[in-house]
């Protein structure tokens, strides 16, 4: 059984998705990885699946979950990317780790279609670079999941 990593955020729209998909992609052979929020939107953005496709990841088949769908698994290392998801963050069975890695939310972003792509797409090349650093760790042993 693989260790399991829950990415937090509020809505479980954009930020946890996009961190779900990259840390997935890049560590999925070693992590089972989720995602949820304290207050689900009920949907994944689709810009956000948008400027996933742009890097080669697809997860339009992702799904907005409540963080208490988690309670009753084991979640080895719990990483929140948003204020209000690290206050509300409970303890998870099993958990061993807790990170906060706050970003800013891409759906808030106002102005042109092709402005607001770009704070996606922004938004998305931090966590890119934070995720695979991340997982970039777990591959050598410095993290434990």
Known sequence: MKPSVL????G??????LAEGILRAAAGDLVEVHSAGSKPAGYVHPKAIQVMREIGLDISTHTSKHMTDFL?????TVITVCG???QACPIY???????HWRFDDPAHATG?????????RRVRDEIRKV???YAAGLREGRHLA
């Open 12 to 17: 479980n729209s954009c930020r946890s998705h």
């Open 93 to 99: 069975p099993g958990q061993v780790n807790r990170h």
């Open 112 to 120: 042109s279609e092709e402005e607001v792509l770009t704070e996606f």
């Open 131 to 133: 995720f695979e650093a």
């Open 84 to 86: 209000y998801a690290d």
């Open 72 to 76: 009753m698994r084991r979640v080895t």
């Open 7 to 10: 990415i937090l955020c509020t």
